[in-house]
């Protein structure tokens, strides 16, 4: 709970769409990165589709993982309908890098999925 009223308020304190985005998705923090990602999901943005898809798996704590792919998931909601071709390839994109590690995080499994059966939709 103390971490999703982190990511809760790191969202509510964003206003600005790009500010700072290039420093935070190059750092080395995870919470700077987490911070992106709360951005990235209020203010979605395909220059970083493929960023997010990187960011799932094990390449990030589960947590920060799975908010990458909700992250995904706003962005195929708003873009799907002019961009579909390539959301779907940075959400199957997503979905390997899930599946070639040990540990598949069911959550993130589940969100990447329902954006892509969203894409069939639109």
Known sequence: RIMHSIDKRMKESSNDPKNFLPTLTESNSPGERLAAIAKLQKFPNLDYLNWLANHVGDSEKPFIGYHATVALYIASRSF?????????????????????????DPNQVKVINAALNELKIK
Do not use: M, R, V
């Not at 799907?80 to 598949?104: F, H």
């Open 80 to 104: 799907g309908s002019t961009n579909s071709k390539e959301i779907k390839n940075t959400l199957e994109k997503a979905l390997l890098s899930i599946e070639n590690y040990k540990y598949k």
